[in-house]
Every structure is written in C-alpha cells, then in structure tokens.
C-alpha cells in the first residue's frame, strides 16, 4: 500500500468532513420534521395538526435541499462510493424517495385540499414514517457491509437486510419523533406544548434503549468496532462520548420535566443525535463503504475536490447565513392564526 | 425488456415529469418578482392580489418541483452507476454548484416568500420573489451546463476508461452550452407566459377579474410576441451547432438518411427504420440546406455517413422534432397576431383571439418535453456523446429490480401529480379574490414589524364559489 501524502492524504478527509456536515445537518433539521409527521397519528385534532404543520413549513424544503447536498455531495466527491451505495441500497432508497414525494406534496395540497384534507393527513404521516423507516435501513445496511467485487456492487436487492437494520430502522423512528416532540415543545404553546412534553419523556427513554442497544450490538457484531472503541489508548481518549451523552440525556430530561423550560429539550436531543452521529463516524473511519472502500479508495480526482471544495468555502457561509435567517424570521411561538393559504 | 431499456425507461419518466414543474416555476417566480416591484411601483392593489393569487399556484407547483426534483440526485447513482464512476468528476462538481448556488437559495426565500404575507415587509418579500427567480435559472444554469457537457463534452482527459478535468471553464462552457442554456430558459419564460396569457383569456370569457385579467393577458402577449421570435433565432442557431458537433442527431431529426446531394426540408414522412427511406413523404427541394448551411446547394452529412452502431433511431426524433418545431410557430402567430389587436385596442374584445389563447395553455410544455425528446435521443447510443455508450453506463441491477421500481414511479407520479395538476385547475378557477390592499409604506422599514397592507390574506374566502 503506498502512502499517501499531502492533497491526495487531506483532500479525501476534508472532503468527508464536509459530506458529515451536511448528513448532520440533515439528520438534525429534517429529523425534527420528519419526527412531526410520525407523531401526526398522536395528535388526531385538526387544530394541532395545523399548528404542527405551521411550525414547520417555512423550513422543509430547505431541510430537503440538504438530502440533496449529502447525496450530490457523495457523488461530486466520492463518485465510486455513491456508483456503490446506490445500487446497494437501491430498493430503501426509492422506498424513501417515493415516501418524500407523499409528505412533501403534503404541505402545500393539505391546505388546497381544506376541508378534504384527511387523505394528506395519512400521506404526510405514512410518508414520514416510511421515509425515516428507510433511513434507518439505509444506515444499518451501509454498516453491515457491501459486497463488492472488482469496485463495482455485486450482491443481491435485498442485502441489506438483516435484525441488525430492522433496530436501526426503529431506532431512528423513536429518535426523530423525539425530535419532534422536543421542536413542539419550543415552538408551540398551551395543550399541544403539554402533550408534546408528556411524549417526549418517553421517547426520550426509547431513544436511550435505543442507543444502548446499538452501542452494544455493533461492537459485538464488528469486531473492527470494538478494536476501535475497546483497544487501550482509544478507550481513554473515547470515554468523552458517552460521558457527553449521558449529560445531554440528563438535560434533556430535566427541561422536560419543568415546564417553564422550553429549549433546552430540544437543543439536547440535537445533541444527543450530534453525539449519536460522531459515535458512529469514529465506529467507521476511514471507510466510506465498508469493508470496500476507504475514503481514499473512493476520492475523486484531486482537482474536483478542489474545485468543488472552493465553491464550498465561498458558499456555505451565505447558505448558513441564510439558513439561521429564515429561523430567525420565523422565530417564536407558532401564532394559531398563521400561514400563508 | 433488459434491464438497460428499463432504466432508461425509468429515468425518461421521471426526468420527464420533473422538468413539467420547473420549466413553469422559472418563468412563474420571475413573473411573480415582477407583479411584486409593479405593486411597489404603482400602488395598484391588482397588481398585489395577482401576485398572492400566482404564489399560491407557484407554492404547489413548486413542491411537485422538489419531491420529483430529489429523486433525480439519486438516480444518477441507484440506475447509473457506470455513469456516476466515468463522469463523477467532471459532471458532479456542476451539480454540486447546483445544490449550493441555486437549491438553498430557492428553498430558503420560498419560506419566506409563501408565509411571510404577515412577517415580512413588502420590500423583503419582493426581494424574495427577485431571489427565487435568480435560484431557478442558476439552477437551470448549472444542470444545463452538465446536460451540454454529456452532449458536446470538453476541457477532459480519458485515463482508464474514466474522465479526469483539465479546464474547468472548457467544460462548463462546453461547445453547446450557450445555445442550449439560452434556448431552454426563453423556452420555460414562454411556457408561463402562455399559462398566464391563458388564464387571463379565460377569465375575459366569462367577464370576471377583468383588472387582473387584462394585466396578464397585457403581459402574456408582449412576452410571446417580443419571446417568439428570439426562440426561432436561438433555435435556428442551437441547430446549427448541433450540426457542428452532432452531426447525426440532425440526420435523424431531419430523418435524412442519404447524402446524395442537396438536402430537401421533409415536412412530413413516415420514416422506414428498417429500409432506411421515408414513406408519404411530403418535402421541399433545397431548403434544407439553406437552413442548415445558409448555401443553397450546401451537403449536410447524412445518417448513412455513420456506423450502423452509432446512428441514433430516427422516428422518434422525427416527430418529436417537427411537433416542437410546429408549436413554436403556433406561438409566434399567437403573439404577433395578439399584439396586432392590442395595436388596434380589440385584444380583449375578440372572443376568437380569446378562446385561442384559452386553450393554448398546455402548448410550452409540450414543446419542451418534444424538444428534449429530441436533444436526448439524438445523443443515442451514447450517454456521453462519444466517450460512453448507453448499453455500459447502467447499475448492476437485476431487471426485476429496476421494472418494480419503475411501476412504483409511475403510479406514484401518476396519482400524486395529477392530484396536484387538478388542485392548480381548482385554484384557478377559484381565482384571485381577496380584498384591495394598501400600497406599501414609503421610507425606512422596521424588520419583522407585522404590516397592516398584508394582512388581508386571512380574510380571504375559501368558500367562494369557482367563476369558471
């Protein structure tokens, strides 16, 4: 193996670090919109549904739009990873897009459709639930490995199925309707606020049992996990992680159990799903599509992570920029008698 | 069927059905900027209930956009994974800068633009519009500049097979970019104008909204009319560096199959695939050379100048080639002669002129998906012209695979977007109610200060009944 040095050692690294932003700020943005619409089947009244859609509809398209970053970005610069994963995962991910067109069309038909609007209530919740259902899917069969033969895909449809995906597949469920429920919490006020509290205590725990369970069942079935997390010195340097989420847990639940406390939940889920993130990533680096591929083996050419990289640089401070403007815009409780229709 | 043929089959669908909502939101956002700075202008409060009344529209159409618009991403991987492997590196960067440029940019300001009636000042708010307008045509900026690039590609080298960069300019400004970038976007500015021209003479037909009526109808003829033309011109000149640099795919748009001389126009023929003439065909001596090459006796390379293995099929082209050509022209009679009756002050007199432009609605989106019809089975049997053929460029998937996910395309686009398509009718039928509005304030705005001239918004009726 030659040794890599330099653009061809660093460009590959910042070029995942910034394919893991923007995952993250998916996982984080879209979660919490996602998680609304699983927890739509909670709240069977019109006038919360309203609200809980208000709460959120200046945002998803561009919560969306960083599905469509995470994606074109693996593409732009780890395009025989993204020839790989694709097909892999091909029958999750049409599931998932196809489910995205449901709740998506949602937003703007549910209020076109008024007062026929029940059948957008089911589009928008299924679509949710399917979506984030596939989401998870995806994520424990990109862990549980790729059979690949000469760098191109060569297993079967259904590969990525296993015990192991159908808990990620759950996991991520209970994880963004706590989202949701926290985001409830801070945006909205009187019963809706109350109930979203009294469900975000429980999917609080399910989220723990959750991460639990994972934590434990991935090691055990990787064993180049548990070399990662449970080899001296790793042990040491890694024991921030889960100290960090046991304290966020604790924040989290304590602002949930005071009711005058209306962010902290939330900004503490986000960051028990920010450490969950991390967990993971430090359980798979340097592989981008494990066992196969290395975020080396899998680099574009040098020059069009460059050039992809320098808009990046430019760019991304103004989508940030604009980003935290449009929540600032529309900071606040949701008003009863706001929306656009 | 293989699973080649499905693929494409599949991609053809859905790219086909995503192109419909943005060749009508890029035209629609820029007309919505507009009505949103005449308002400010003028203080004429129909300029602001047409441009409530087309946000509503532009918020459904523009949603259809997204959800059918992030599969696309995707596909490129899930049904293209040889593709992704050999242009990864030049084709991904420029949907890259798509995503960063244009999406947020659009997806951001949409928010703003569709509630902020109540939080936003006017001048933030046509701001907004003003954005969402540049973010779809970057957006068409950049995935045209990709599309071209697999048309006519440049500024690369090949090394093993796959395609490494070697001029970033030569290869977003590929030989066939510029013509294909000007003549798809006045191609979606025409397809809203003949929606908003339609409307506007539906309403004149049964006398409701007559104010707003006549401003879109005002609006619709002088886009086409001034519009029309310029497209046969970037038409005419995209033909004729197609000829350049893809000389087959107008051998078979002209379904001109020997190079015995002169090449006559074919108006119309029943082209034999198999024996290679035309059947019934109607023709005009010459005057495809003098199209073609501006020379009366010019020679135009013809399909039998290529192997057998590199001719695109032809009738298909064909068709879809005169059917795009054939509504450009409808159109330019539909602007000039428009314009001509609003010289002589009958444009919304004339109950012909209006029934006509009526049902001339649906002319631009036909155009466009018969124009690239054409563009993309003229490239056949390459997907990148030249470097990769179609047959090598799927994923290893099985057939079954890829016709199961081709129904649940079909059946998902065809029930969704139809509901979706009957909600717009719906909204347009209902048309733009809503009470008169204040102009906007004049000197410094306080940010997020809820302004009274928005607030209307709420009072509007859902319940009144539909004017047509």
């Known amino acids: ?83 790989v994963v694709m097909p892999a995962l091909y029958v999750p991910l049409i599931t998932m897009l196809l489910a995205l067109v449901f709740r998506g069309v949602a937003f703007e038909f549910r209020w076109v459709a008024k007062p026929h609007h029940r059948i957008w209530d089911v589009a928008f919740s299924a679509g949710s639930i399917v979506a984030t259902l596939c989401q998870g899917f995806m994520l424990g069969g990109l862990l549980g490995g790729t059979r690949v033969v000469q760098g191109h895909f060569a ?64 090691p055990l079935e990787f064993p180049r996990i548990a070399a990662r997390w449970f080899t001296w010195p790793n042990l040491v340097y890694l024991s921030p992680v889960p100290v960090a989420t046991a304290l966020l847990a604790v924040v989290c639940w304590r602002g949930l159990m005071r009711t005058r406390v209306m962010f902290s939940p939330f900004y503490s889920a986000v960051g028990l799903f920010i450490i969950s993130f991390v967990g993971l990533v430090i359980s798979t680096m340097p592989y981008l599509v494990p066992p196969a591929f290395t975020v080396w083996d899998a680099a574009a ?6 050039f992809v990289l ?25 008003r009863a008698d706001e929306g656009y229709h | 069927m293989t699973a080649v043929l499905l693929a494409r089959l599949q991609f053809a669908f859905t790219i086909s059905v995503h192109i419909i909502f943005p060749a009508f939101t890029i035209g629609l956002s820029a007309f919505i900027a507009t009505l949103l700075i005449l308002w400010q202008r003028t203080g004429r409060d129909h300029f602001h209930r047409l441009a409530r009344f087309w946000t509503k529209v532009f918020a459904v159409s523009f949603a259809m956009g997204v959800v059918s618009g992030i599969p696309m991403s995707y596909e490129f991987g899930s049904n293209w994974s040889r593709f992704s ?291 993309e089975n003229g490239r056949q049997p390459y997907v990148i012209y030249g470097i990769l053929r179609t047959d090598n460029a799927t994923s290893p998937l099985a057939a079954g695979t890829v016709l199961a996910s081709l129904v649940a395309f079909v059946l998902v686009y065809g029930v969704v977007f139809s509901i979706g398509i009957y909600y717009i009718r719906k909204m347009i039928r209902h048309g733009p109610h809503g009470a008169a509005v204040a102009p906007p304030p004049l000197g410094p705005e306080l940010a997020n200060r809820p302004l009274a001239s928005a607030a209307e918004s709420a009072r509007e009726s859902r319940q009144e009944p539909p004017v047509i």
């Open chain 1, 1 to 83: 193996m030659t040794v890599l040095t330099g653009a061809a050692y660093w460009l590959p690294l910042i070029c995942a670090a910034v394919i893991g932003f923007a995952v993250a700020m998916y996982i984080v943005l879209d979660g919490f919109d996602l998680g609304l619409g699983i927890l739509f089947a909670f709240f069977p009244r019109e006038i919360d549904r309203d609200q809980m859609m208000n709460s959120v509809a200046p945002f998803w398209d561009g919560n969306e739009t960083w599905l469509i970053l995470g994606g074109t970005g693996l593409f732009v610069t780890f395009p025989r990873a993204y020839a």
């Open chain 2, 85 to 375: 492997e050999v242009a990864g590196n030049v084709v991904g960067p420029m949907i890259g800068y798509e995503v960063l440029t244009a999406f947020f940019l659009e997806a951001t300001f949409l928010g703003v633009l569709l509630f902020g009636w109540k939080r936003t000042p006017p001048r933030l708010q046509a701001a907004a519009a003003v954005l969402i307008a540049v973010g779809t045509a970057m957006s068409a900026f950049w995935i045209l500049s990709a599309n071209s690039w697999m048309q006519t590609p440049a500024g690369y080298v090949m090394r093993d097979g796959i395609a490494y960069p070697t001029d970033w300019l030569a290869i977003i400004f590929n030989p066939s970019f510029p013509y294909r970038l000007a003549h798809m976007l006045t191609a979606a500015y025409l397809t809203t104008s003949l929606v908003v021209l339609a409307v506007g003479a539906r309403y004149l037909l049964v006398g409701a909204f007559k104010e707003e009526a006549r401003t879109m109808m005002r609006m619709g003829v002088g886009m086409l009319a001034v519009l029309g033309p310029v497209q046969l011109l970037l038409g005419d000149q995209h033909g004729l560096n197609t000829l350049e640099h893809q000389p087959a795919k107008i051998a078979a748009m002209e379904a001109h199959w020997r190079n015995t001389g002169p090449m006559d126009l074919v108006l119309f023929a029943l082209p034999d695939e198999h024996l290679k003439v035309n059947r019934a065909a109607l023709s005009i001596p010459h005057l495809g050379s003098l199209i073609l090459t501006h020379d009366w006796n010019g020679r135009v390379p013809a399909l039998e100048d290529f192997a057998a293995n590199a001719q695109p099929r032809v009738t298909l082209i064909f068709f879809a080639f005169r059917i795009m050509v054939g509504i450009g022209l409808l159109l330019i009679a539909l602007g000039l002669s428009g314009a001509f009756l609003w010289w002589r002050g009958r444009l919304f007199t004339s109950p012909w002129y209006l029934r006509a432009a009526g049902w001339a609605w649906p002319l631009g989106f036909i155009a466009i998906l018969a124009g690239w019809l054409t563009t």
């Open chain 1, 155 to 218: 297993g079967g449809a259904f590969d990525w199925l296993s015990p192991f995906t159908l808990v990620c597949g759950l996991g991520l469920l209970v994880g963004y309707a706590l989202l949701a429920a926290t985001w409830l919490v801070m945006k909205t006020a009187g019963n809706l606020e109350r109930r979203a509290r009294k469900s975000a205590r429980v999917l609080l725990v399910g989220m723990l049992i959750f991460v639990v369970t994972v934590s434990i069942w991935t």
């Open chain 1, 310 to 334: 320098i808009g990046i640089l430019i760019l991304m401070p103004f989508i940030l920029g604009y980003t935290v403007f449009v929540y600032y815009h529309f900071r606040g409780k949701v």
């Open chain 1, 301 to 306: 050419a040098p020059s069009s992570q460059r």
